[in-house]
């Protein structure tokens, strides 16, 4: 079946523009995660979702992030104002569930460039 | 305290030859779940092996094993007759129950031919 999608899967922008990044998971899992990879460095959790609501958002950097699951599929990464540090790879992955022995399958990533 | 360490930023293995990659957590929680995650260059993360914290047997797929020692808190990986393909980022990670998933720091393997 299908995997993870994100789209797209590059994008540049100016500092002090905002960007939305989307993330289409494996049909049927509830559970949905966003993180961040700088290069070298392992993913940094950013927020997680469990259906449409936001179950964990302790990872979002400041208030300039933001995402939403309106309807328990799709999700969107929102970014406002920015910065050259919010350069990275963007990895969306989802999960049957939250139970612990879930595993989460990623999709392909983002990779997000601040001129 | 970080939940999962991986301590070998970098490690070589001769093709056919096996390698352990290192990893300890640090959890309170009963009930967990340990991943191993492969990256290579192209930058997707690929699921390998599953290990949960009741489970009486080591995981294998596979030529990937998980070395669960749960009184020391390690779950390291064990690839068995290295391949070039096997070259690439490793990561480590932990989820407890209802929780976010830890991921460590990585190792970079690299396959020597």
């Known amino acids: 079946g299908a995997g993870v999608s994100q789209t797209p899967s590059n994008k540049v922008t100016e500092k002090g523009k905002y960007v939305e990044l989307r993330c289409d998971p494996i049909?049927?899992?509830?559970?949905l995660y966003w993180y961040r990879q700088s290069l070298g460095q392992g993913p940094e959790f950013l927020i997680y979702?469990?259906?449409?609501?936001?179950?964990?958002d302790s990872g979002l950097p400041n208030d300039r992030f933001f995402a939403v699951r309106p309807e328990g599929s799709v999700s969107t990464l929102k970014i406002q104002r920015t910065e050259r540090g919010d350069s990275a790879v963007y990895l969306c992955?989802?999960?049957?569930?939250?139970?612990?022995?879930?595993?989460?399958?990623f999709g392909p990533g983002t990779r997000l460039t601040v001129l | 305290a970080q939940k999962i360490t991986q301590t070998q930023p970098g490690m070589f293995v001769q093709e056919k030859e096996a390698v352990t990659l290192d990893c300890t957590y640090d959890?309170?929680?009963?009930?967990?779940?340990l991943f191993w995650y492969k990256q290579p260059s192209s930058g997707e993360m690929i699921f390998l092996i599953y290990q949960g914290s009741y489970d009486q047997q080591n995981a294998t797929e596979g030529r990937y094993s998980l070395n669960f020692q749960k009184a020391r808190k390690s779950a390291n990986l064990v690839i068995s007759a290295s391949q070039l393909g096997d070259s690439a980022m490793y990561f480590c990670?932990?989820?407890?129950?209802?929780?976010?998933?830890?991921f460590g720091t990585g190792t970079s393997l690299t396959v020597i031919p």
């Open positions: 979702f469990q259906g449409t609501g936001a179950a964990d």
């Open positions: 990670a932990m989820r407890e129950g209802g929780n976010q998933f830890y």
């Open positions: 992955a989802s999960s049957l569930s939250i139970r612990a022995a879930d595993t989460q399958y």
């Open positions: 959890t309170s929680d009963p009930s967990y779940g």
């Open positions: 049909s049927g899992h509830t559970a």
